[in-house]
């Protein structure tokens, strides 16, 4: 069965400093994707990153950045230089070919002035 | 382009009463995902459909339902509402042809059942 699990409920940090949201998955499939989402107070998920399971590389978007690691089964999402705009509940999910995205329970990130 | 719409944005029902939620995808895209997202449960999946197809089905009751149309658009249908069913519906858009492409939400419905 598929799972993903974030462990980190909720997370408070004053601004400016970097914060790490983690995220493990579970799948016995070989070929999988993971994502990010974003979503803020307007209820909308938007969308931040897709990584497919052959791609180890990690990825830096301006502030933001991914680390992938098939060997612990983790997909962990870091924010440098946090911002209050930053403040939202953050979704990784797993979605394996045709199946249905399974998401973890999300992780209330709230940056304080 | 324009993204994925949903409407109505708000809604009020009562117990018993049943619902019909829109959700237009992003222009070219034949896939439409719908998902139920509740402070208890998390997000969870409802339905999928593809070119007017329902290719994937969550686990929920019968009185949920959908169907999509011609042009890709697509309505849920909730009947005999239940407290439960409140919850905020989100709707996805993908184009449905390959495995593992990226979903694009919408704003979703917040319904609320009295």
């Known amino acids: 069965a598929q799972k993903v699990t974030q462990a980190q409920t909720e997370i408070s940090v004053v601004e400016k400093e970097d914060v790490t949201l983690d995220c493990v998955y579970e799948t016995r499939d070989t070929t999988y994707y993971l994502f990010w989402y974003k979503q803020p107070p307007s209820g909308e998920l938007v969308f931040l990153i897709r990584?497919?399971?052959?791609?180890?590389q990690n990825e830096i978007s301006g502030r933001y950045s991914w680390n992938f690691q098939k060997s612990t089964s983790s997909f962990n999402f870091t924010i440098t230089a946090s911002q209050v705009v930053d403040s939202a509940v953050y979704f990784c999910?797993?979605?394996?070919?045709?199946?249905?995205?399974?998401f973890g329970q999300g992780t209330r990130l709230t940056i304080n002035p | 382009k324009a993204g994925v719409t949903q409407t109505p944005r708000y809604l009020i029902k009562t117990r018993g009463q049943q619902v019909t939620l829109s959700c237009s995808p992003i222009s070219g895209h034949r896939s439409v995902s719908w998902y139920q997202q509740t402070p208890g449960q998390g997000l969870q999946f409802l339905f999928e459909?593809?070119?007017?197809?329902?290719?994937n089905k969550g686990n929920f009751p019968g009185r949920f339902s959908g169907r999509q149309f011609s042009n890709s658009r697509s309505e849920m249908n909730v009947s005999t509402l239940e407290l439960g069913d409140s919850a905020l519906y989100l709707c996805?858009?993908?184009?449905?042809?390959?495995?593992?492409?990226?979903?694009?939400f919408g704003p979703g419905t917040r319904l609320l059942v009295l």
């Open positions: 459909y593809f070119s007017e197809t329902q290719r």
């Open positions: 999910a797993l979605k394996m070919g045709a199946q249905k995205l399974v």
């Open positions: 996805a858009s993908f184009p449905g042809t390959s495995g593992g492409e990226t979903q694009y």
């Open positions: 990584r497919n399971s052959f791609d180890e």
